[in-house]
């Protein structure tokens, strides 16, 4: 079956430090991945949709990368501060119509 | 621009009773989706919808679960005859769409705040 996984659950870095985040896809090769951000208590918010033809793209302090050899993505928030404490989900598009939302990684960001 | 509205934000029900959940996707979208979550999981797709079209269903439980999206008003996500194992974040997402194609196509979503529900 296809599959998105992101394998660690949880995450705790020191302030300033690169939080490198990983999301991995089997049986699958879609043409694009989306990372969102989701808050306790809230909805997802979109950041970043990064296609199978970029290798990277970046948005302020963070960066995402796409390796299709790999299988495999991967979300930085470099200089991470408190305030990036969040999950973070990685997505999918549909093999049919929905988008398919990986488990996500707690992040934790310690001053 | 309101975003996603999602309501009630908390619902309660007594095991066997019926949960309505709205949602009112962004002003201009015209593609609503339906995701549960549990604690410390992922979320869970449901539906698809359309205006006055079910697309997708295929992630939502055959039996007591119902969605529409009418021409008017918001789309509804039923629950007849609540049990314990309902008990979860509803969250719906909306999308522009694209005229004459289904699916979000490079889309991103744009969620609610999301209906805790919680069967007694």
């Known amino acids: 079956s296809q599959k998105i996984e992101q394998n660690s659950e949880a995450l705790n870095i020191q302030e300033g430090k690169t939080a490198t985040l990983t999301c991995n896809y089997t049986?699958?090769?879609?043409?694009?991945l989306q990372w969102y951000r989701q808050d306790p208590g809230r909805g997802p918010v979109f950041l970043l949709l990064?296609?199978?033809?970029?290798k990277e793209k970046r948005k302020e302090r963070l960066k995402v990368t796409f390796d299709t050899t790999l299988k495999q993505s991967l979300f930085h928030i470099t200089a991470s501060q408190p305030a990036d404490s969040a999950t973070y989900l990685c997505?999918?598009?549909?093999?049919?119509?929905?988008?398919?939302f990986g488990a996500g990684t707690r992040l934790t960001v310690k001053p | 621009n309101a975003g996603v509205m999602q309501n009630p934000r908390h619902l309660v029900r007594r095991r066997g009773q019926e949960a309505r959940l709205r949602c009112s996707p962004m002003?201009?979208?015209?593609?609503v989706y339906w995701y549960r979550q549990l604690p410390e999981e992922g979320l869970k797709f449901m539906v698809y919808?359309?205006?006055?079209?079910?697309?997708?269903e295929s992630g939502m439980p055959k039996e007591r679960f119902s969605a529409e999206f009418p021409k008017e008003g918001p789309s509804i996500l039923r629950i007849q005859q609540v049990v314990r194992g309902d008990s979860a974040a509803y969250f719906c997402?909306?999308?522009?769409?694209?005229?004459?194609?289904?699916?979000?196509?490079?889309?991103?979503?744009?969620f609610g705040s999301g209906t805790q529900l919680s069967v007694l």
């Open positions: 997402a909306s999308s522009p769409g694209r005229s004459g194609r289904v699916g979000p196509a490079n889309e991103k979503l744009f």
């Open positions: 919808l359309q205006k006055e079209n079910i697309i997708d």
């Open positions: 002003k201009g979208h015209s593609h």
């Open positions: 049986n699958y090769s879609p043409a694009y």
């Open positions: 997505a999918r598009p549909p093999g049919n119509n929905d988008m398919r």
């Open positions: 990064i296609r199978e033809n970029e």
